[in-house]
């Protein structure tokens, strides 16, 4: 076959070609889904297809070149060479069809992707509108327009439950502000705990995370405390917890009691070294210490008593959330409200004022309704300290309607002085905190001298002549007030020192008076109110105020209470205590059946005499003390006194050395004596 006839096949099928674009251009459509899943597909073969089709192109016209008429006998024949252009004119019609059909298959492609995209962009924004549409229209339904928050009882806090514009509570706590290293190293840097850090890396950890306290080198391996925590019942959200004491542990508390009735440190130390992790040992002996001036130790005694706590919790038990409730009227449950009191006082110490909110907000969610421990009079101190003025703002505005937070002195003073630090670029909440200022020193007056006078700051001469701030505010001042009073300014005077707070608070003393000048009818609406309402002071007021150790609060304590009998492991227990168990009776003595004082006496001589052992019908709860402990006690400190004197009694004869030095001297005094008579008589 001649060359000239092989190019009429080739340039044939070049042709056929365009038939097949058309063919492809006829293949109908795939399925959404179908087309989605071969994109990727297609366009690895477009890719193919141009690259294919251009090298293609570059061998054809390189053919082409190579079979042009180069030689003598192609030049002498006229026809040949005219249908030679004819087939290349052919090959270049057929290449431009094929690339005609290639690009046409790749926009088809193109268009049905932009088809896919406006059709994705065209059904959400449908989609939104149905939600805001949803949402609008469950606003409408449930009037949430007009009231944005819907408040509930859960928690004693309230939230927002509008649709997904939910809100924590107000009680709820973060675990890394639960650790005062993270309060720190926000403060100085992360170079001032850095050692501390890799000395803890490099040690073993013979203990699981905890939250609350850090265990530190030196304690011993715990393995089981008779510590326990139970699920007692669920109300609604509310789950309410009960700490138990193991029959071994109960055995142990049994023991302790009877240390703490002998009134010897001693024998409570010796229990803590016997069983390091027995909570009310551990509290005792932090209470030594810190009469001791040892606070150091102090602390680390109550760091081991959340310790153990923590490592007894429940799997349920949620420090977090602020549903998680515990019965202070539980012997077993008040040491734990006890060592969270004393924690956040000594963390506030420390200067981590949000670590110490943080562990107020823990310890009134176990029992808000009660406040066993009045967590109340101290929030506020630290939320301002640690300039948490949000929170303090939010807690009032919820928690007003149902606990009238504007009836004690510390809400009533720390309130207004959050919103004037929030008042930087907000008039409104300005006005809003001067008029809470206003009325809090028409609502107590006798706060203003008292806070001043911490504050080394001395009233304007207009305001110490001025009748309401001096004799007026002393007339209507109960005495249960003016111990909330000297609470709080005992406590919180630090807040008030910077000069920009004082210059505000000096401003509307001034605006006071006049509306007292004037006659406001607010003036007499809060001396009616407070002449009336503080009236008896609760038990859980005076429980804070033994604890908080203020000494301008503790001296305004009631007679009964002060000399009333005070268990630092237990502060003014309930009236209405729950106990699980019962201390046993203990055998009786024949010193205490008899009641002779002389024979109590010769009994003591023992060693194994004690005079607090209670008699067979004398049988007290545990924690409580049995009947005729006071004239047990009046007995022992006879006896000690006795002890002490009678030790002190000592005959030391002097030494025969100095028995002959004293002799002689005494003969030379007197043959003085005579020479000097003797010279008398001769003169």
Not at 133 to 149: L, W
């Amino acid at each position: 076959m001649s060359t000239r006839s092989l190019r009429k096949l080739q340039s044939n099928k070049d042709l056929e070609s365009p038939k097949a674009s058309e063919n492809i251009e006829e293949i109908p459509e795939c399925d959404e889904n179908e087309r989605a899943k071969d994109e990727d597909d297609e366009d690895a073969v477009d890719d193919e297809l141009t690259t294919s089709s251009s090298s293609k192109s570059k061998k054809k016209k390189n053919s082409v070149n190579k079979n042009a008429p180069q030689n003598i006998f192609a030049l002498l024949s006229e026809e040949a060479e005219k249908r030679e252009d004819e087939d290349v004119d052919s090959e270049e019609k057929a290449e431009k069809t094929e690339n005609k059909a290639n690009s046409a298959v790749r926009a088809k492609r193109k268009k049905k992707k932009k088809n896919k995209a406006k059709e994705n962009q065209a059904v959400k924004p449908v989609e939104e509108e149905d939600e805001i549409a949803a949402t609008v229209r469950f606003i409408e339904q449930n009037g949430v327009g007009k009231q944005v928050t819907s408040l509930t009882a859960v928690n004693g806090v309230r939230s927002n439950e509008c649709l997904g514009l939910t809100q924590k509570p107000v009680l709820s706590i973060e675990h890394r502000n639960l650790n005062p290293e993270n309060e720190i190293r926000r403060i100085f840097g992360s170079r001032v705990v850095e050692n501390d850090r890799t000395q803890r890396r490099n040690r073993s950890r013979p203990f699981r995370k905890t939250w609350l306290v850090q265990p530190k080198e030196g304690w011993l391996g715990i393995n089981k405390t008779g510590l326990s925590m139970r699920l007692d019942s669920t109300k609604g959200d509310l789950q309410y917890f009960v700490f138990e004491h193991s029959k071994a542990y109960q055995k142990v508390q049994f023991e302790f009691l009877d240390a703490v009735e002998t009134l010897h440190p001693e024998n409570i130390i010796n229990i803590v070294k016997l069983y390091p992790y027995h909570i009310d040992a551990l509290m005792q002996v932090s209470e030594i210490y810190k009469m001791s001036e040892d606070l150091q130790g102090a602390v680390e005694m109550i760091e081991r008593v959340l310790f153990v706590f923590e490592m007894s919790f429940h799997p349920m038990f949620n420090l977090t959330t602020g549903t998680s409730r515990l019965d202070y009227r539980r012997n077993e449950n008040r040491s734990f409200f006890l060592a969270l009191f004393h924690h956040l006082t000594s963390v506030g110490r420390r200067g981590c004022w949000r670590t110490a909110l943080e562990v107020c907000k823990l310890l009134l969610s176990l029992d808000p309704e009660n406040d066993p421990l009045c967590v109340l009079l101290m929030i506020d101190f630290y939320a301002i300290r640690s300039e948490q003025y949000g929170f303090l703002v939010r807690l009032f505005d919820e928690w007003e309607s149902h606990r009238s937070l504007s009836l004690l002195p510390n809400f009533a003073f720390s309130v207004p002085l959050a919103l004037f630090h929030l008042s930087a670029n907000d008039e409104s909440k300005l006005k809003r905190a001067e008029a809470m200022l206003q009325r809090a020193l028409i609502m107590f007056p006798g706060i203003l001298f008292p806070l001043l006078d911490k504050c080394s700051v001395a009233p304007d001469s207009a305001v110490q002549k001025h009748a309401f701030f001096t004799s007026t505010a002393q007339a209507s001042q109960s005495v249960e007030l003016q111990q909330l009073i000297e609470l709080y300014v005992g406590r919180s005077n630090s807040c008030w020192k910077e000069p920009g707070v004082m210059l505000w608070l000096e401003n509307n003393v001034g605006k006071v008076l006049e509306r007292v000048d004037v006659n406001d009818p607010l003036v007499l609406e809060c001396i009616a109110k407070r002449t009336s309402t503080y009236r008896g002071t609760p038990r859980n007021i005076h429980r804070h105020l033994i604890i908080s150790e203020i000494k301008e609060a503790l001296s305004r304590l009631p007679p009964e209470v002060r000399f009333s009998p005070i268990l630092s492991y237990d502060p003014l227990p309930p009236l209405d205590a729950i106990s699980s168990y019962k201390r046993p009776p203990k055998p009786p003595r024949a010193a205490q059946q008899l009641g002779n004082p002389v024979s109590a006496f010769f009994q003591s001589l023992w060693p194994s005499f004690d005079p607090q052992a209670p008699a067979a019908d004398q049988v007290g709860a545990v924690g409580g003390r049995p009947e005729g402990a006071d004239l047990r006690q009046g007995v022992a400190t006879l006896v000690d006194a006795m002890r002490h004197l009678l030790d002190g009694i000592r005959f030391t004869p002097p030494p025969a050395e100095n028995a002959e030095r004293e002799n002689a001297e005494g003969n030379n005094a007197e043959d003085e004596e005579d020479e000097d008579g003797a010279d008398d008589e001769w003169d």
